[in-house]
């Protein structure tokens, strides 16, 4: 059983450094979701047998949707990763309490 907590100790140490390290940049999140709006508006139109690039305003609109919506995401990943982060550091110190409870009934 204590060879298992350690593990479970382990992971939630070598998560809490990965996940600050595997955090999206910004920019390429905001500009990948704005191509995916403007891929999406070209592919609307090409279904509708319309001019893919008739109406560049459109293109323009949802491609600043999109953007909007990536930046949002962006923000939304970065205040959940501290958020976890704050929970597994709360989880190891509960652990670590419990251990100690537990070495001091078992002696």
Known sequence: ????EASIDDE???NNTSTSNTTMA???TVLGFAAFGFAARCF????Q?????AGPQAHVAISTIFGGLGYY???LEQRQNVLLAEKKKELKEKRERESATHAAAAA
């Open 12 to 14: 939630l140490d070598n």
């Open 44 to 47: 609307q139109l090409g279904i």
């Open 73 to 75: 995401v962006y923000h």
């Open 49 to 53: 047998k319309r001019p893919i690039f």
């Open 1 to 4: 059983m204590i060879h298992f």
């Open 26 to 28: 910004e920019v390429p």
